[in-house]
């Protein structure tokens, strides 16, 4: 099994999707891109009848994404957050613990998680808070948070010349590498 | 002028709304929820030819949301963040940025702004980098951030029995009356 | 058992006193002013020989801690971060940690802790940092966090008028006389 | 005007220190082991009258520090936080501020700062409260918070096999290279 990437951008080749691209590269990826899929705002049931969840592209893209062994999530910031794109389809994930708690905690469980932040504004410092949202988020699903790279980028290649982001994806795909062996 | 309240729960009379509602009785409201408008993720046109936005809710609701002086952002805590839809509300203000910077950070440079979030898992902890987030969004903006929040529910109405959430909604309180003063 | 305070201040009768004072009033309570014992910065002996520990007050301050149920750590927030008399006193926990690992954290297993910072520039925002810091330092040791209070205060006295703080107090101590029955 | 390595470590040669002395090498430097002086922790006098303050080393090495252009902060990271003796240097800035406000910020104001912080329970995650205590107290003294390292290591030396930290350093040398041409 491979790596599962997660793209959070509503613009295609922006430097949050170069840079992951630039990790994955050579590896067996699926490449999810949220914004070519049509996914819902959650519907929170938890203390109302069930009714039908949104019937949209949900499902699908969950199951490529648990049918992975490591997990990247590519988001560019926005507004010192992950974008709403990315955010959206977190929170959907309050879908399938509804559904079936038991067997997708089983399957995250046992994955490993990248995030890769890329924003112009102080990114190494602004893009805190959403990096420790999302050791929440691993901490409760029990997936292991491997490292996390926030780049700073304004301009489309930008984030190629970032030498400190480059520097961190060579240090991962080494990794990544030692463990195919 | 008065005060917004932005719910941005998928459920109508929610912890977060109740404790919200609870917070400006009395007070000349504009009650705004955003799961009643529909409102698309932003396109990030800054690098590429400028298209049309979406014909949505967005522009309606704020509009609304600039024209009261207090801001009022009520949000059930989903995976340790803003609900979906919060942040695909603020992600859409770098639509208002792009068509009309310098009058829109004008309109949020003379506002007050609070942050209600509730949560179940420990939100007092692992609602912080919610809170952080809302902290840089309001330094951008020169909204002056006053206060927040973080309250403990689950089953509907579970906040109205938090004292701590109590005293806090009614601390604000004492002090919105005594400036109309 | 009881509450062991741990007071950071190098002032008597300061703010986070004051306020710790009010918390624990009516409560078995050993308090322990930080200032009046002399403690010296760890030594890191870890990777070499094991020289003498200081020879000052640290066992005998710890052992009053480790006796006690409950911690409530009272600091005043010195830029932006516990006291360095408080920041001190827990780095010497590695002594403790070399000494007697095993006995050490199942003695702070056991226990509950409540944290106190009070500073006057923005301490619900800049605050946030020291209390991520004390989440981490209990999840190490096991400690149950069950909560804390920043609170503004500048000019002694200031504490007792602040009513978000004292709405806190007030809730921390009816959930201990609860538990007393 | 160089470079002022204020180490923090109570330990000679550890991880902190190497990759410090790395990132410097070269460089006109003041290397500041603070463990070699005797410091007090602050006497609080902002609300009594102003007694003496300790008559120890603070003085000659806070002017040590002013006299350079760059500050690096480098300090093993002990319980989720700066060392006691880093802190204590730090809060004794409070005695400069009451001395002479005004000329102690005015210096501050012009300098550039990083932070280096080496610890061994995930530093990139749980290092973070650190940096952000950092970022206001730069904020607080308008000293521009460049960057900061978070690295990993535990035996001495290895933080010299750590990939990402000896990236990170290369890319700061290369930036204050190129501000001597």
């Not at 509804?98 to 893009?127: C, H, M, T, Y």
């Amino acid at each position: 099994m491979g790596i599962a990437v997660i793209y959070g951008s509503s613009r295609r080749n922006g430097n949050s999707e170069q840079l992951a691209k630039r990790l994955v590269e050579g590896f067996e990826v699926d490449h999810i891109h949220l914004t070519e899929h049509h996914i819902e705002p959650i519907k929170d049931y938890r203390h109302s009848e069930k009714e039908p969840y949104p019937d949209d592209d949900y499902r699908s893209v969950i199951e490529r994404v648990l049918a992975q062994d490591r997990l990247v999530f590519a988001t560019p910031i926005y507004w010192y957050g992950a974008s709403g794109l990315t955010k959206t389809f977190i929170d959907r994930w309050s879908q399938s613990l509804r559904e079936n708690k038991d067997e997708f905690l089983a399957k995250l469980r046992g994955k490993s998680a990248w995030v890769i932040g890329i924003g112009d504004d102080e990114p190494q410092l602004k893009g805190i808070p959403l990096i420790q949202q999302f050791q929440y988020i691993f901490e409760y699903t029990g997936t292991s948070f491997e490292g996390y790279i926030l780049g700073k980028a304004n301009r489309p290649g930008d984030i190629l010349e970032d030498k400190f982001a480059l520097a961190s994806v060579e240090e991962i795909r080494v990794k990544w590498r030692e463990a195919l062996n």
